[in-house]
């Protein structure tokens, strides 16, 4: 079973940058797509951006494009969120999630056809 750790958020002014990292343990990191989804409590988890496990197809939800960039390096089990410019409503508990897969380049966008994640980083925004 692989298990994941987000790391990278914190506090930062609008306009500023952060970029998450998110660390897997485990045999199957590199053939699983992953994932970048946040939550803001009373809303629902949301997916911020998705790469497939070949890293060669990327997802990025509108409200990032352009501003947000996810990236991963299967050598060191990591996948990478880079977020700039950042906005007060990107404010939320981001979570990194990881999906079992046979298709090299498939990414998923919907938040239920995942199947293991982490206990996520906070990144706050302020105005």
């Known amino acids: 079973q692989v298990q994941l750790v987000e790391s990278g958020g914190g506090l930062v002014q609008a306009g500023g940058s952060l970029r998450l990292s998110c660390a897997a343990s485990g045999p199957s990191f590199s053939t699983d797509a992953m994932g970048w989804f946040r939550q803001v409590p009373g809303k629902e988890r949301e997916v911020v951006a998705a790469i497939s496990r070949s890293g060669s197809s990327t997802y990025d939800t509108d409200s990032v494009k352009g501003r947000f960039s996810v990236s991963r390096d299967n050598a060191e089990n990591t996948m990478y969120l880079q977020m700039n410019s950042l906005k007060p409503e990107d404010t939320a508990l981001y979570y990194c999630?990881?999906?079992?897969?046979?298709?090299?380049?498939?990414?998923?966008?919907?938040?239920?056809?995942?199947?293991?994640w982490g206990q996520g980083t906070q990144v706050i925004v302020s105005s």
């Open positions: 999630e990881g999906r079992r897969t046979i298709n090299r380049n498939s990414v998923y966008t919907a938040k239920n056809v995942y199947d293991y």
